[in-house]
């Protein structure tokens, strides 16, 4: 795994930033800025820099309810949104792949970061769940680490089936990065303004509670506001399990009421110790519950309750 920092904005001697594949990938991402082509656009304007065959962008942190913006794939089945649900059930909250736990203590100012990892240096669980089950093989990120210790990444993927990134694509990729950063967060703000109930967004404000329509940013990094009919129904959201809980009933109605309770704690993220805290069962009971709602369900893993529940 490695990890460096971008170009400044002075060009060092003999260092040219931007080449003319790069510059043409940067037109084509301006002019999609705002449309609803952009996700899977971005992946044809960047192929003559960096040929991926998917994309995501997200925040995830322990200090923040974990997000995914927006994904797409181009020449594959889109998995996009399954890897993110099988990256929720678990591997999130033990990612290592930014170079820093999570834990440590956060930056004091949002700093920006080049990422670039491959399947076999992921952790175990994370890298069965999430890169060998999608067929993902090596992922080059531009992060910007922000003040709060979470993690705001713009992902490009190269499947199992394609070559290696090289050195030169990484170092083309390394010339647009920080302007692929801005261009991307001023998407999200756009695509947010022209059409505000968009179901790709889940944004929020300090300490993970959704932002009021018309509330005030508090800086440069924050995201902008969901209506409150939206927020109300954010995954992760530590006020909706009402709005979960309608969700699993609206799924399968012969759900009781304690299987809906360990379901919309799972959908939370909660661990099995957590939940059985949460409702005062033991751990145990949780499982039994679990295992009697996936049944139901018609399904057997944790990920696939968040694809079922959360995808639609």
Same mark, same amino acid.
């Given at each position: 795994?490695?990890?460096?920092?971008?170009?400044?904005?002075?060009?060092?001697?003999?260092? #040219?930033?931007? =080449?003319?594949?790069?510059? #043409?990938?940067?037109?084509?991402?301006? =002019?999609?800025?705002?449309? /609803?082509? !952009?996700?899977?656009?971005?992946?044809?304007? +960047? %192929?003559?820099?960096?040929?991926?065959?998917?994309? *995501?962008? &997200?925040?995830?942190?322990?200090?923040?309810?974990?997000?995914? @913006?927006? *994904?797409?794939?181009?020449?594959?089945?889109?998995?996009?949104?399954?890897?993110?649900?099988? &990256?929720?059930?678990?591997?999130?909250?033990?990612?290592?792949?930014?170079?820093?736990? !999570?834990? %440590?203590?956060? @930056?004091?100012?949002?700093?920006?970061?080049?990422?670039?990892?491959?399947?076999?240096?992921?952790?175990?669980? =994370?890298?069965?769940?999430? &890169?060998?089950?999608?067929?993902?093989?090596?992922?080059?990120?531009v992060v910007e680490y922000?003040?709060?210790?979470?993690? !705001?990444?713009? /992902?490009? &993927?190269?499947? #199992?089936?394609?070559?290696? @990134?090289?050195?030169?694509?990484?170092?083309?990729?390394? *010339?647009?990065?920080?302007?692929?950063?801005?261009?991307?967060?001023?998407?999200?703000?756009? *695509?947010?303004?022209?059409?505000? $109930? $968009?179901?790709?967004?889940w944004l929020e404000g300090?300490?993970?509670?959704? +932002?009021?329509?018309?509330?005030?940013?508090?800086?440069?990094?924050?995201?902008?506001?969901?209506?409150?009919?939206?927020?109300?129904?954010?995954?992760?959201?530590?006020?909706?399990?009402?709005?979960?809980?309608?969700?699993?009933?609206?799924?399968?109605?012969?759900?009781?009421?304690?299987?809906?309770?360990?379901?919309?704690?799972?959908? #939370?993220?909660?661990? =099995?110790?957590?939940?059985?805290?949460?409702?005062?069962?033991?751990?145990?009971?949780?499982?039994?519950?679990?295992?009697?709602?996936?049944?139901?369900?018609?399904?057997? @893993?944790?990920? %696939?309750?968040?694809?079922?529940?959360?995808?639609?």
């Amino acid at each position: 795994m490695r990890q460096w920092l971008p170009p400044s904005s002075q060009t060092a001697p003999g260092r #040219q930033v931007l =080449h003319s594949a790069a510059s #043409q990938t940067l037109a084509g991402m301006v =002019h999609r800025l705002g449309d /609803n082509g !952009f996700a899977p656009g971005l992946l044809q304007d +960047l %192929e003559p820099v960096l040929p991926a065959a998917s994309w *995501s962008v &997200y925040r995830t942190g322990h200090r923040c309810k974990p997000t995914l @913006f927006m *994904s797409a794939s181009r020449g594959v089945p889109d998995t996009t949104q399954d890897c993110w649900w099988a &990256y929720l059930s678990g591997p999130y909250r033990s990612d290592r792949t930014w170079g820093r736990s !999570f834990d %440590e203590a956060p @930056f004091a100012q949002p700093e920006t970061r080049l990422c670039h990892v491959t399947a076999t240096e992921v952790e175990g669980e =994370h890298r069965a769940r999430v &890169y060998e089950a999608h067929g993902v093989a090596e992922r080059v990120s531009v992060v910007e680490y922000e003040s709060d210790g979470s993690v !705001f990444a713009v /992902n490009f &993927y190269r499947h #199992q089936h394609q070559r290696a @990134f090289s050195d030169r694509q990484i170092a083309a990729f390394e *010339s647009v990065a920080p302007v692929l950063l801005a261009l991307t967060r001023k998407h999200i703000l756009l *695509s947010h303004a022209c059409a505000p $109930s $968009s179901p790709m967004l889940w944004l929020e404000g300090p300490g993970g509670s959704p +932002l009021a329509p018309g509330h005030d940013q508090p800086g440069p990094h924050a995201a902008p506001a969901l209506p409150a009919a939206d927020a109300a129904l954010g995954p992760l959201a530590a006020d909706a399990l009402p709005a979960l809980r309608m969700r699993l009933m609206r799924l399968q109605a012969e759900l009781t009421d304690r299987e809906l309770d360990v379901c919309a704690r799972l959908l #939370q993220g909660m661990t =099995h110790e957590g939940i059985a805290s949460d409702l005062g069962l033991s751990v145990p009971t949780v499982k039994t519950y679990r295992n009697r709602a996936f049944a139901r369900l018609g399904i057997h @893993f944790r990920n %696939e309750l968040f694809a079922r529940v959360l995808g639609g």
